[in-house]
């Protein structure tokens, strides 16, 4: 095992083909004065899954397929507190038989860097059964507009 990490550098919103706002709220301020950690994560799925419904390609409360986290990670740069106004850059690192790594950079609003980026993992499963499926053919051709060169 690698015990020597490379500290990652925040990304500039150029690196996501899509960006998507979110308004922060009062209650995403922790004690600290700014926006607590766990929110962010918030704000990955928010970005991810509004994109996949404006698509077509995710019916939250009836579709045969929905996708279940299984990774997920961030790393953070800037603060960021309410009342600004965040701007999420979406793309897709790797699209596999049933999973999708999705990449996420947070912004403040008119920043050029990340405050904060990271991924998460979906498996797509049954609805039903909760077991791995194929990305169904409209998923995967939403999906490969974002899907950017390793």
């Known amino acids: 095992m690698n015990t020597e990490t490379k500290k990652p550098m925040p990304e500039t919103r150029g690196a996501y083909p899509v960006l998507r706002t979110i308004t922060t709220r009062w209650m995403d ?34 579709g045969p397929t929905i996708g279940l986290v299984i990774e997920t ?12 106004t965040i701007e999420a850059g979406i793309r897709v690192a790797r699209l ?19 405050a904060a980026q990271g991924h998460f993992v979906h498996v797509y499963v049954d609805r039903q059964t909760r077991r791995p499926m194929p990305l169904p053919p409209a998923l995967r051709a939403a999906l490969e507009q974002l899907l950017v060169p390793a």
Not at 41 to 55: G, K, M, P, R
């Open 96 to 114: 596999g038989h049933s999973s999708v790594r999705y990449e996420v950079g947070l912004f403040a609003q008119g920043e050029p860097h990340a």
């Open 29 to 62: 301020n922790d004690v600290y004065g700014h926006v607590n950690n766990v929110v962010y994560y918030s704000w990955f799925d928010t970005a991810v899954n509004a994109w996949l419904i404006e698509q077509g390609v995710l019916d939250i409360h009836g």
């Open 73 to 84: 990670q961030c790393n953070y740069f800037a603060s960021l507190s309410f009342p600004q």
